[in-house]
């Protein structure tokens, strides 16, 4: 395994980490556990909703039982918990808290429930858009204060947020809460969204982590369409390039992949401790790529900024993305996901009426509605194939 600086908290973790929001019960984490430590995996990003049965069945207290009596320090254990406007909360999952009180017991439920005394970075999850930042950081009742003074008394040792928020807005929070030294983002190959936030945390010492590294399992098997310009990674199956291309970023700490299956653990364990990563040549040829693969067109990076555009309810952003998996990246995975999603109401891309709402929101002024038409003729020759 690699192992990588957390920007400049002095923390080095595995390149590949734990996500542990897949795990299915408590074999099963301990499986996962088991044989990724053997493989030299030490991050875990640790949540206290996931997988949650009851205050004492869920993930973190399986991944409790799972580290039971190994060294503190053969493991790095990142927590996190949800803020949100009051009203909401569900204390013992750790989510919609919205003050300093609330965000004290979630850390303190989360050191019992993992069975340790100290974590070594806890996040505030999912500050995504302004109200989240102003709920978790502003004011003298904040949860941000109890991130602060659990530090303060050596709970936590470092701050940080998970984000599926905008680049500027995620660049604008570091700037304003400097103790926050981690981030963990979503970013692939085919969502490019946030590239300026790994240069800023590059050039600031902010360790990165990133979610949804293989676009929840979309990002795997063969297409042959880089081997033009990536012959040196001819027959490379698309997940070892998607986990090379985020390799290749010196900015990123960890690349968290949500395994629950012992054969996709040492498939990423094997890529994630290779000595090939990508070069920042090699990256920037495989980005190059795909304005060619689409004749000089623009592809979606994922922003989202047209997410609630849609006067008919459409998931833009969703769409786009699946289809140009499908129809640029030519991978079987989006496909096979596409033709599942013919006749089902909520993605019906017929009911686009070229209004292009969405069209202004998105930064790149895509074609939105001519993709949706095609959308629309994919999905009705799947429902024919079906019929
Ligand atoms: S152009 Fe189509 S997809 Fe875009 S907002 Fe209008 S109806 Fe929705
Ligand atoms: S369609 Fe445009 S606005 Fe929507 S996610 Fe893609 S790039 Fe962003």
């Not at 929070?173 to 926050?180: E, I, Q």
């Not at 990536?230 to 690349?255: D, H």
């Not at 496909?335 to 070229?354: E, H, I, P």
Request: glycine share 10%; net charge negative; charged share 25%.
């Amino acid at each position: 395994m690699k192992y990588r600086k957390v920007g400049d908290t002095g923390v080095e973790v595995s390149a590949l980490g734990f996500g542990t929001m897949r795990f299915k019960d408590a074999d099963n984490a301990a499986a996962i556990i088991d044989r990724g430590m053997e493989l030299g995996l030490t991050y875990f990003d640790i949540g206290g909703a996931y997988s949650f049965k009851s205050f004492d069945d869920n993930a973190e207290t399986w991944v409790g039982a799972a580290i039971k009596g190994r060294p503190r320090d053969s493991m790095v254990l990142s927590a996190k918990a949800q803020c949100r406007p009051p009203g909401n909360a569900k204390q013992e999952r750790g989510l919609g808290l919205s003050t300093r009180d609330e965000m004290w017991q979630a850390i303190e439920t989360s050191l019992k429930r993992v069975g340790v005394d100290t974590f070594d970075f806890y996040q505030s999850w999912d500050m995504s858009a302004p109200e989240h930042f102003e709920v978790t950081c502003e004011g003298d009742n904040s949860p941000l204060m109890a991130m602060r003074e659990a530090k303060e008394q050596g709970l936590v040792k470092h701050l940080g947020f998970t984000s599926h928020g905008k680049e500027t807005d995620i660049i604008e929070w570091l700037k304003k809460v400097p103790d926050f030294r981690t981030i963990t983002i979503y970013y692939n190959f085919t969502d490019r969204y946030c590239e300026e936030v790994l240069d800023y945390c590059q050039a600031n010492g902010v360790g990165v982590n990133i979610m949804g590294p293989l676009r929840g399992g979309l990002l795997v098997g063969r297409s042959d369409v880089f081997d033009k310009y990536l012959p040196e990674l001819k027959g490379a199956p698309m997940q070892e390039i998607a986990l090379r291309f985020l390799l290749s970023y010196p900015a990123i700490s960890s690349v968290l992949s949500g395994m629950n299956e012992i054969a996709h653990l040492e498939e990423n364990a094997a890529i994630a401790g290779g000595d090939e990563t990508m070069t920042e040549e090699q990256r920037k040829r495989f980005i190059d790529a795909f304005t060619d693969l689409t004749g000089g067109e623009p592809l979606c990076t994922g922003c989202r900024y047209c997410q609630s555009a849609c006067p008919e309810g459409l998931p833009v952003f969703m769409l786009m993305g699946i289809y140009q998996l499908h129809e640029v990246f030519k991978l079987s995975a989006a496909t096979q996901q596409l033709s599942g999603m013919a006749g089902n109401a909520r993605f019906d891309a017929s009911k686009c009426t070229a209004c292009e709402t969405c069209v202004e929101a998105c930064p790149q002024n895509l074609p939105i509605p001519e993709r949706m038409e095609k959308i629309a003729e994919f999905f009705e020759e799947a429902r024919q194939k079906k019929a």
